[in-house]
Antibody, heavy 120, light 107 residues
């Protein structure tokens, strides 16, 4: 059974850097075809894909946010970390991590999400 | 970026009804289309991948169709637990993009 859980601060100030950790079980990020992505949802709005990292360390980013995002993996800890710099109130929302496979291009297991509020 | 447009944005229906939600891509995406169900406070759930493949454990009343630019999600007989928001997502090319969502409400 695949499980994922997001952790990180619930409140950050404008201009600060957000660091979110996705801790997962039930799969290995060193296995071929496997990836972990980050998706967010501002209040009342649609889902927005942010970044994805694959088993071979291939990294993909949303072009609109690429300059602010970094995604990394720690295979030994079963964790994926997303950092987002220069946070703005518009970045407020629920942040999800999710399991993906390169061959399917979809997200078949998701974490519960973590609400991040950006406010001074 | 590929834009995904869902319709309708909301729909009211009754238990037992058949409901169809559509998703249109701004350019061809072959069959790289997924559908998700999302309930408030819960993790989104994958229903359909590759346009028409039913994810393991998802009831057979859910079905997907389409290819190229036009896709549909059909729920054959609505159950009380189906009232939620549904999103489509294209996986043909990066950046992956989602539709704006369709809220399915009880009539």
């Amino acid at each position: 059974q695949i499980t994922l859980k997001e952790s990180g601060p619930t409140l950050v100030k404008p201009t600060e850097t957000l660091t979110l950790t996705c801790t997962f079980s039930g799969f290995s990020l060193s296995s071929s075809d496997v990836g972990v992505g980050w998706i967010r949802q501002p209040p009342g709005k649609a889902l927005e894909w942010l970044a994805l990292i694959y088993w071979d360390d291939d990294k993909r980013y949303s072009p609109s946010l690429k300059s602010r995002l970094t995604i990394t993996k720690d295979t030994s800890k079963n964790q994926v970390v997303l950092t987002m710099t220069n946070m703005d109130p518009l970045d407020t929302g629920t942040y999800y991590c999710a399991h993906s496979e390169y061959s399917s291009s979809s997200f078949d297991s998701w974490g519960q999400g973590t609400l991040v509020t950006v406010s001074s | 970026d590929i834009q995904m447009t869902q319709s309708p944005s909301s729909v009211s229906a009754s238990v037992g009804d058949r409901v169809t939600i559509t998703c249109r891509a701004s350019q061809g995406i072959s069959r790289w289309l997924a559908w998700y169900q999302h309930k408030p406070g819960k993790a989104p759930e994958l229903l359909i991948y590759a346009a028409s493949s039913l994810q393991s454990g998802v009831p057979s009343r859910f079905s997907g169709s389409g290819s190229g630019t036009d896709f549909a999600l059909t729920i054959s007989s609505l159950q009380p637990e189906d009232f939620a928001t549904y999103f489509c997502q294209q996986g043909n090319s990066f950046p992956y993009t989602f539709g704006q969502g369709t809220k399915l409400e009880i009539k």
